[in-house]
């Protein structure tokens, strides 16, 4: 049994926006601004776009993608962010702003008993969601409240709510369903590798499309692994 963290290994990744149009012509979109942690590495990598557009089929104003890892004092800690402002999809669905944010806090004290970190989505929101015209109200969890505590007392905070609380998704007749606030481990048995998903579209009728919109992932570790 290791009895002395060698390093922590920062794993992150994050899109600002994802996915396909099936209907009325199939088309790609790719993945806008994917950014990730290398070699498992600190540092700050950031990507930012302006003005996308693909004909009235979907279109956004800017995009963000923001990794930055640090280490403080024997505290490790990972801010994952994608943004997407001004989004419009088809003549039906604007955004205003969805924001994606994960940030994930390790103590290397904690350090053979727990190597994991904890994962906080608070500051994540959607604004100004509005199909037909009409704002949708949405419900998030508490987790996603942004405060003024430290990034360490957020990630402690989220505890209190865990991964796979996911609001009821809104479903409009004639356009397709729409997921929310998708925080989810990326398996019950590895609770340490959490995935956000802010805004996700299933949609059909006249325009049919998959999109996914805010992407984060976060999936630290102290090496090498000890008790858990």
Known sequence: MPTK?????YKAHAIALRGSIRKPY????????????YAG???????K??????????????????????????????????QVFGLRV????????????????YNADEYPQNCYPRI????SIIRNLEIDGRAQSLAFPTAFAANQKS???RAQSSQDERPGLIPEAIHVPDL???????WAWVHPDEQHQQHLTMLRLALGSDLGAAICVGQACSDGVGWPPGNN
Do not use: W
């Open 5 to 9: 963290m060698q390093k922590y290994l």
């Open 26 to 37: 199939f088309q790609e979109l790719g993945d806008h601004l994917s950014v990730k942690t």
């Open 41 to 47: 590495s600190s540092g700050r990598t950031t990507c």
């Open 49 to 82: 776009a302006e003005g996308f557009r693909l004909g009235d089929v979907i279109q956004y104003d800017t995009a963000h993608t923001q990794i930055d890892a640090s280490e403080q004092n024997g505290i490790f800690t990972t801010s994952v962010t994608s």
């Open 90 to 105: 088809g003549k039906r669905l604007t955004v205003g702003e969805v924001t994606c944010r994960l940030q994930s806090v």
């Open 120 to 123: 906080s989505p608070a500051g």
């Open 151 to 153: 990034g360490d007392e």
């Open 176 to 182: 397709g369903t729409i997921f929310y606030a998708e």
